[in-house]
């Protein structure tokens, strides 16, 4: 059995705790994927190499007001789907070997599985079990694509977002089950890419999540892209070698609920991801989890249960790339010192989805508000009424900020359109360092005529 000082179990965000200062240590890394973890393999990084494509595609569509035409795009799939993974692939596997080649770190190929605080099973592919024990354990297994119960669905070869991007052909017919992020950026990629796209979700909005405003003007633009079919359940799946079938139970505003059938030759499955803490065994540790799943810790990442910390995905409901890097640092000095732990801070974190239009937003939104009875104001600014805008002829995007009545801090920002998750990133800093939406607005000089003056203009509609 072998015994080592620190056990990482997720070669993501967890494999970047290991600095210079760990070198001493004896180091055993547990992955049953590749490394890099969701965000590099199936996640951020290469839906956003795809998004690029598809936004050149929408690009040219949207030319005409203009004054510019363009032929048809010749879709290239596969050089597409090459040049994604033909960098990424390497760049997991080099980060293996450079693992695999200190001299004080171990790389473990499997399943984890805890068996008390100390011990970690190890079952690989091939079937082999290794039993290791360590002083101190960081749980970052992540999370996994939630499949519904969904009769017939777990007998047929639908997709998640781990395996889509990989495929050898666009679909002509893609149905993607789900109204979040991922349904919204894989839609818009192969919408783009000349599939025809169907979504299927339960609520009346896609990007529930978000901000109503948003949410309702985003599913407003998507419907002119893709065939939305909302407020509707899926009853049944089934697959042959003309590919899906699903049995839909539709709700009607103008008539009874209906069932009616929708085909596909492929099927994304984008209805949430799920911790890994229970496939993890982490209860056999001590290590508790809430309700959702997610492994509980303080503000030091610390389990209570001596000895082992969590990150990411496995602890953290938002599932967000950039709080994983910030937990990280944050695990990695606390084991080195553990007599003056820090804390992460999360007060303030901005979050996008990459579809088009695209959107950007931090903080709270409307309803929060409303819910605590927090007194604020509404600033809202159309892209069209600054100079930027109006060289695009955008008619949708827009911008709007959320100011407390009361102190004149900014609550919240909530923005779709072009540029949207830069946008908003001003905004977040003025929110972390405590910048009031006055000075935001009044003390700085704007660039003219760029597109940050969406911003100025909702801030100082909430403001006058």
Not at 312 to 334: C, F, M, T, W, Y
């Amino acid at each position: 059995m072998a015994d080592f000082d620190l056990l990482i179990i997720g070669a993501g965000s967890g494999n970047t705790i290991l600095t210079e200062e760990f070198d001493h240590w004896r180091v055993a890394i547990v992955e049953r994927d590749r490394f890099g973890g969701t965000c590099l393999n199936r996640g951020c990084i290469p839906s956003k190499m795809l998004v690029v494509p598809a936004n050149r595609v929408i690009d040219s569509e949207e030319s005409a007001p203009l004054g510019i035409g363009f032929a048809p795009p010749e879709i290239d799939w596969p050089a597409m789907r090459d040049r994604v993974f033909g960098r990424i692939d390497p760049i997991a596997s080099k980060g293996e070997e450079y693992r695999r080649g200190l001299p004080k770190v171990t790389v473990l190929r499997g399943d984890a599985l805890m068996l008390d605080a100390r011990r970690v099973r190890v079952t690989s592919a091939s079937g082999s079990v290794e039993e290791v024990t360590s002083d101190r354990i960081v749980l970052a297994a992540g999370a996994s694509p939630r499949i519904p119960g969904i009769d017939g669905l777990a007998s047929t070869p639908f997709h998640t977002s781990d395996s889509i991007m990989r495929i050898e052909a666009v679909p002509e017919h893609l149905i993607i089950l789900g109204g979040g992020f991922i349904a919204a950026e894989l839609g818009h990629v192969f919408a783009a890419l000349g599939s025809k796209v169907s979504i299927v979700h339960r609520g009346g909005r896609l990007l529930r999540h978000l901000d109503v405003d948003i949410s309702t003007r985003f599913t407003q633009q998507f419907s002119k892209r893709a065939f939305l079919h909302l407020d509707t359940e899926v009853r049944r799946v089934e697959h042959d070698g003309n590919g899906f079938t699903l049995t839909l139970d539709c709700e009607h505003p103008d008539r009874a609920p209906a069932s009616e059938t929708l085909t596909g030759d492929a099927l994304l499955v984008t209805t949430g991801r799920v911790p890994n803490g229970s496939h993890l065994g982490v209860s056999a540790a001590g290590v508790h989890l809430d309700p959702g799943g997610y492994v509980i810790t303080d503000d030091t990442l610390f389990t209570g249960v001596p000895g082992i910390w969590a990150l990411g995905d496995i602890r953290n409901p938002l599932q967000l790339k950039h709080l994983a890097n910030q937990e990280a640092r944050v695990v990695s000095h606390n084991l080195l010192h553990p007599d003056s732990p820090i804390s992460v801070d999360q007060r303030v974190v901005p979050h996008a989805v990459f579809s088009h239009p695209e959107i950007g937003a931090v903080g709270a939104r409307q309803v929060d508000l409303d819910a605590r009875g927090h007194p604020y104001r509404v600033g809202h600014c159309d892209y069209g009424s600054v100079a930027y805008g109006w060289a695009l002829e955008d008619t949708s995007g827009f911008a709007k900020v959320l100011v407390c009545a009361d102190e004149g801090v900014i609550l919240g920002a909530h923005v779709i359109g072009h540029q949207a998750a830069t946008l908003v990133q001003q905004v977040t800093q003025a929110m972390q360092f405590g910048i009031p939406a006055r000075s935001l607005a009044r003390e700085q000089i704007w660039c003219h005529p760029a597109l940050p003056e969406v911003i100025e203009n909702a801030l100082l509609n909430a403001l006058e």
